[in-house]
T-cell receptor, first 114, second 113 residues
Framework: DAKTTQPPSMDCAEGRAANLPCNHS???????VYWYRQIHSQGPQYIIH???NNETNEMASLIITEDRKSSTLILPHATLRDTAVYYC???????????????FGKGTHLIIQP | EAGVVQSPRYKIIEKKQPVAFWCNPI?????LYWYLQNLGQGPELLIR????????DSQLPKDRFSAERLKGVDSTLKIQPAELGDSAVYLC???FGSGTEQYFGPGTRLTVT
């Protein structure tokens, strides 16, 4: 799987949009971009994933550049409960059969300030 | 619906002692993963099961670690004997076949003294 690069930490004011960047310049054509987050003392939680189109769900939006070498996770209205470590992961999603384990980096520690 | 269940949540043992962790995945999820997470690092995959078959155990230190998933449902990860460096959080996750989401349990925090 391709590697990703994320800033180690970011701050964001409560109520503002949090924009978390991720570089994945060596991503392959069949690799998806996944985002997970890990709140303190909990297991990681799936947020969103995408291949090349922008994606939105109830938690966040994912913007992938046209060349797919970078992406941004957007939390539109950050709350204190969004303070967590956010992991950007690229991986191949298989159809049929099992899916490989996730390769986590160190992620971005997002701190939401009141 | 219940999430991934792990027990115990915390375990303190002396080095050279054995220890076991238990995981019950989400009902119907045939893929089960064990991850190791050291302080300040992201989780690292130890082993992946498809039903009762271990299909990826390349990162499992087989000299002291073992795992089983006998009936293709719950799973046990064992360390014998434990070393100081094994102090970490052990996470279990599950997914439905080729499903894209992995659901993680809360983890077991192991401290080896």
């Amino acid at each position: 799987d391709a590697k990703t690069t994320q800033p180690p930490s970011m701050d964001c004011a409560e109520g503002r949009a949090a924009n978390l960047p991720c570089n994945h310049s060596t991503i392959s054509g069949n690799e998806y971009v996944y985002w997970y987050r890990q709140i303190h003392s909990q297991g990681p939680q799936y947020i969103i994933h995408g291949l090349k189109n922008n994606e939105t769900n109830e938690m966040a939006s994912l913007i992938i550049t046209e060349d797919r070498k970078s992406s941004t996770l957007i939390l539109p209205h950050a709350t204190l409960r969004d303070t967590a470590v956010y992991y950007c992961i690229v991986r191949v999603a298989y159809s049929g059969g099992g899916a490989d384990g996730l390769t986590f980096g160190k992620g971005t520690h997002l701190i939401i300030q009141p | 619906e219940a999430g991934v269940v792990q027990s115990p949540r915390y375990k303190i043992i002396e080095k050279k002692q054995p220890v076991a962790f238990w995981c019950n995945p989400i009902s119907g999820h045939n893929t089960l993963y064990w991850y190791l997470q050291n302080l300040g690092q992201g989780p690292e995959l130890l082993i992946r099961y498809e039903n009762e078959e271990a299909v990826d155990d390349s990162q499992l230190p087989k000299d002291r670690f073992s795992a089983e998933r006998l009936k293709g449902v719950d799973s046990t990860l064992k360390i014998q004997p434990a070393e100081l460096g094994d102090s970490a959080v052990y996470l279990c996750a599950s997914s439905f076949g080729s499903g894209t989401e992995q659901y993680f349990g809360p983890g077991t925090r192991l401290t080896v003294t």
